[in-house]
């Protein structure tokens, strides 16, 4: 058994053996395996990689504002053949990363190799027809942005600097993805941006066009939310659910709708609650800091110091 070795006289002395904690690693590995019915698994490490999903990405954002994401150098008469380029490097890591995905899949029900190859192939090649309708939505939520914002001085500063922006760049991809069922990678790219941001959505996540985070430090939006068109919502705002119902044997229920479902044109102000699968209808504005559990109708305001709210208006 090797011994540590220490770059440093303040290190671990010279010959301390890690026998002991080598040994402790393998059983607690075991234990998990057989947890888990993963005791004969063969080959190597199939999960995706994080790092290399950041740079599909990072090339991807590039391929999609090519202008203001692009290389600084990038005139507009070889836009187009950046864009090829960039593009095409991006799916190739993104092919690399599906295909992985599915190699993890395939322990449990035997897919063949070949079969895999055609179905990352496959996956790629639809999401990149998607890419165009991505960019148009991402416009839209630019365009959101620079209009409820009065501090903002550009579009060119909100695709820039914008932290919501940002979020809604990397969910629409990741959304996209998650719905042809490469949900690790999707969920891979939600948590870069999480990281990034501060802003916490799930793929599954259904959002209209025009959404506007302001701020975003402290948003949750949930698996199941679904998200109308033109809405704004302020930081520490949560979209989440309210119970998790779960079995005889106390596991959860999985896939259950649990998220609300916000319709268009809602404001929905910094640190507002709102929980369960309740319906928050058109034009309504949830204020700060409220706790909300139920419905409301179209056009509510809801306030904390008018909980019962005023849907009159």
Not at 85 to 91: R, S
Not at 155 to 180: N, Q, T
Request: proline letters at 5%; a negative charge.
């Amino acid at each position: 058994m090797p011994f540590f070795k220490c770059d440093s006289m303040n290190d671990f002395p010279h010959d301390f053996m890690i026998d002991d904690v080598v040994c402790g690693l393998k059983e607690q590995r075991q234990a998990w395996r057989t947890e888990q019915n993963r005791l004969e698994e063969k080959g190597g490490r199939h999960l995706p990689s994080p790092e290399v999903i950041a740079q599909a990405m990072h090339s991807l954002t590039g391929a999609l504002f090519p202008m203001r994401l692009g290389p600084e150098d990038l005139v507009q008469e070889s836009e187009d053949f950046y864009v090829g380029y960039t593009l095409g490097k991006a799916l190739n890591l993104l092919l690399t990363q599906v295909r992985l995905e599915f190699l993890q899949k395939s322990h449990q029900n035997g897919v063949d190799h070949e079969q895999i190859r055609e179905q990352a192939v496959e996956i790629v090649r639809r999401f990149a027809a998607t890419l165009p309708e991505i960019r148009g939505l991402l416009d839209q939520d630019v365009r959101a942005a620079f209009r409820g914002d009065p501090a903002a001085t550009s579009v060119d500063e909100v695709l820039l600097c914008y932290p919501g922006v940002h979020a809604m760049v990397s969910h629409r991809i990741a959304h996209e993805l998650y719905k042809l069922d490469v949900k690790i990678i999707a969920r891979v790219i939600s948590e870069l941006a999480h990281s990034h941001t501060g802003i916490d959505i799930h793929p599954g996540a259904t959002i209209g066009p025009g959404c506007f985070i302001d701020h975003g430090t402290g948003v949750v939006i949930g698996e199941t939310a679904i998200i109308g068109n033109n809405v704004r919502i302020y930081q520490a705002v949560t979209l989440g659910a309210k119970s998790f119902p779960s079995d005889e044997h106390g596991n959860l229920h999985k896939g259950l709708d649990r998220h609300p479902i916000v319709e268009d044109d809602v404001v929905i102000y910094a640190g507002a609650t709102i929980l369960g699968r309740i319906v928050i209808g058109k034009g309504s504005v949830i204020g700060g800091n409220v706790w909300l559990t139920r419905s409301v109708p179209a056009n509510s305001v809801i306030s904390l110091a008018d909980p019962c709210g005023d849907s009159s208006l």
